[in-house]
Nanobody
Framework: QVQLVESGGGLVQPGGSLRLSCAASGSIFRIYTMAWHRQAPGKQRELVAGITSDSNTNYADSVKGRFTISRDNAKNTVWLQMNNLQPEDAAVYYC????????????????WGQGTQVTVSS
């Protein structure tokens, strides 16, 4: 089993910054894509940013130029630096990872964190 634990959410004023962290632990042979998704009340969950194991990144248009995703493969950790936050960025942010759990098993499974709340308000 694999656990993803997020941290770093909170309340910030418009224009402020937050840095989210997500650490993966458990039965991990290799982690492939890691990503951050978010879900605001009454809306569908959406991809915010993704990063491959060799650090290729992609971003939602709404966050390009403001958010930066990065990872440390040795620490099984991914971060999301969020700058110039706006009220529309408020949501629960979820960490996501594609994980191969064993050298003896070729399946790649999807895992989600429990979510961390980001509130943007003056």
């Amino acid at each position: 089993q694999v656990q993803l634990v997020e941290s770093g959410g909170g309340l910030v004023q418009p224009g402020g910054s937050l840095r989210l962290s997500c650490a993966a632990s458990g039965s991990i042979f290799r982690i492939y894509t890691m990503a951050w998704h978010r879900q605001a009340p009454g809306k569908q969950r959406e991809l915010v940013a993704g990063i491959t194991s060799d650090s290729n990144t992609n971003y939602a248009d709404s966050v390009k130029g403001r958010f930066t995703i990065s990872r440390d493969n040795a620490k099984n950790t991914v971060w999301l630096q969020m700058n110039n936050l706006q009220p529309e960025d408020a949501a629960v942010y979820y960490c996501y990872a594609n994980v191969r759990t064993s050298i003896f098993r070729s399946n790649i499974d999807q895992y989600w964190g429990q979510g961390t709340q980001v509130t943007v308000s003056s």
